[in-house]
């Protein structure tokens, strides 16, 4: 008997329990035995449990958001916190530990489900022997090899439903609103969901902003008679000469990108005198039903990565290659972000229709 194992870490996002229930499905439809582990890596370490999957497991499972296996972003087998003797925390190699925890358990191989930081640490694991095929997963569609990731278009239709909302309270009070969105070092969100939305201000991290810049555009918005703003902000934009802005987590000290909203709505309310409004939509951009793409793209993602396992693919990364799902090395894939095209066509498209980027 085969024995399969699952993984999903890192950030959540929509179209995760797609790609569970086309693998689990794909498996046994081999004759195979599927465990999950729960939370990333945390059960095959201990913390946390290893469950079996079956039909009946996954049945229904398709159009919900989040992954019935759990998550997190802190579960790093190769840089694992452990308290010392004298109580403080220190970090430790755990891999080996995991490496034989994954041979007790019989797995034959394990299809890793995440973004670029579980597919480093999925690589890493295969180069210590763990037949690994990786599942490319974040809403930030920031990893080059493959064409779109599940849980992108979701989220820009989160955010884009979002920002639709704002404009007729905007227009109402005749303010300004700044929407801060998510997407790391990378723009895609931002850009997708602020042209779709027609704002009037969009700052990505790819182009670099001046605030003067910015105030001219509010300033000529409010001369024409438009007595309202939309300003779509990437978490990680940045002015020119500048650094992002992060949050510090109080009780764990951890950095996150985070702020940028607050900040531009002080800065444009002091230097042009509107009243101005910051918005962050933080997670609920992770969450809700995929749409029917997403949901396809990871139904297709989870049954080539089963079709990869079976081929003995092992190292690779499912990635769409329209109109085709290929596999690629996981080295690859990890190796650069993917960036928005500052020169592209939907670049061109915004700035065609008036919409400023602040440069």
């Given at each position: 008997m085969f024995r399969l194992a699952i993984s999903t870490g890192g950030g959540d996002a929509p179209g995760l329990n797609g790609v569970i229930r086309a693998i689990v499905l794909a498996a046994i439809h081999r004759g195979w035995e599927v465990h999950g582990i729960r939370k990333g890596f945390n059960g095959l370490l201990g913390e946390d449990a290893v469950v079996p999957l079956t039909a009946d497991s996954v049945r229904g499972i398709t159009h919900l958001g989040g992954?019935?296996?759990?998550?997190?972003?802190?579960?790093n087998p190769f840089n694992w916190p452990v308290a010392n003797e004298r109580g403080e925390i220190e970090m430790r190699d755990r891999s080996d530990e995991l490496v034989a925890a994954f041979r007790r358990h019989g797995f034959d191989a394990m299809i890793v489900i995440g973004g670029d930081g579980s597919l480093r640490i999925a690589h890493a694991l295969f180069k210590k022997g763990v037949p690994i095929v990786g599942v490319p997963k974040t809403i930030d569609n920031d990893l080059a090899a493959t064409d779109v990731t599940f849980g992108f278009r979701t989220a820009v239709q989160t955010a884009t439903e979002a920002i639709d909302k704002l404009h007729s309270t905007a227009e109402s009070h005749e303010r300004t609103m700044v929407?801060?969105?998510?997407?790391?070092?990378?723009?895609?969100?931002?850009?997708?969901?602020?042209?779709?939305?027609?704002?009037?201000?969009i700052l990505i991290p790819e182009i670099p902003y001046r605030l003067e810049r910015v105030f001219d555009k509010i300033r000529e918005r409010y001369s024409s008679g438009r007595n309202f703003a939309i300003v779509v902000a990437s978490e990680g934009a940045i002015?020119?000469?500048?650094?992002?802005?992060?949050?510090t987590e109080t009780h764990s000290g951890v950095k996150r990108y985070g702020g940028i909203a607050e900040h531009l709505a002080g800065e444009i309310a002091e230097h042009t005198g509107v009243e101005t409004r910051s918005l962050v939509l933080g997670h609920l951009q992770r969450g809700g039903t995929p749409t029917a793409y997403d949901r396809l793209i990871a139904l297709r993602f989870g049954a080539a990565a089963v079709r990869m396992v079976e081929a003995g693919r092992f190292g690779t990364m499912v990635a769409l290659h329209p109109p085709e799902v290929r596999a690629v090395p996981i080295e690859e894939a990890i190796a650069q972000i993917k960036r928005v095209p500052v020169g592209g066509d939907i670049v061109q498209t915004a700035r065609d229709m008036g919409i400023a980027f602040g440069d």
């Amino acid at each position: 008997m085969f024995r399969l194992a699952i993984s999903t870490g890192g950030g959540d996002a929509p179209g995760l329990n797609g790609v569970i229930r086309a693998i689990v499905l794909a498996a046994i439809h081999r004759g195979w035995e599927v465990h999950g582990i729960r939370k990333g890596f945390n059960g095959l370490l201990g913390e946390d449990a290893v469950v079996p999957l079956t039909a009946d497991s996954v049945r229904g499972i398709t159009h919900l958001g989040g992954t019935i296996l759990g998550t997190t972003n802190r579960g790093n087998p190769f840089n694992w916190p452990v308290a010392n003797e004298r109580g403080e925390i220190e970090m430790r190699d755990r891999s080996d530990e995991l490496v034989a925890a994954f041979r007790r358990h019989g797995f034959d191989a394990m299809i890793v489900i995440g973004g670029d930081g579980s597919l480093r640490i999925a690589h890493a694991l295969f180069k210590k022997g763990v037949p690994i095929v990786g599942v490319p997963k974040t809403i930030d569609n920031d990893l080059a090899a493959t064409d779109v990731t599940f849980g992108f278009r979701t989220a820009v239709q989160t955010a884009t439903e979002a920002i639709d909302k704002l404009h007729s309270t905007a227009e109402s009070h005749e303010r300004t609103m700044v929407v801060e969105v998510m997407g790391r070092n990378t723009g895609w969100i931002a850009l997708f969901s602020g042209v779709s939305s027609t704002a009037d201000v969009i700052l990505i991290p790819e182009i670099p902003y001046r605030l003067e810049r910015v105030f001219d555009k509010i300033r000529e918005r409010y001369s024409s008679g438009r007595n309202f703003a939309i300003v779509v902000a990437s978490e990680g934009a940045i002015p020119v000469g500048g650094e992002e802005i992060f949050q510090t987590e109080t009780h764990s000290g951890v950095k996150r990108y985070g702020g940028i909203a607050e900040h531009l709505a002080g800065e444009i309310a002091e230097h042009t005198g509107v009243e101005t409004r910051s918005l962050v939509l933080g997670h609920l951009q992770r969450g809700g039903t995929p749409t029917a793409y997403d949901r396809l793209i990871a139904l297709r993602f989870g049954a080539a990565a089963v079709r990869m396992v079976e081929a003995g693919r092992f190292g690779t990364m499912v990635a769409l290659h329209p109109p085709e799902v290929r596999a690629v090395p996981i080295e690859e894939a990890i190796a650069q972000i993917k960036r928005v095209p500052v020169g592209g066509d939907i670049v061109q498209t915004a700035r065609d229709m008036g919409i400023a980027f602040g440069d």
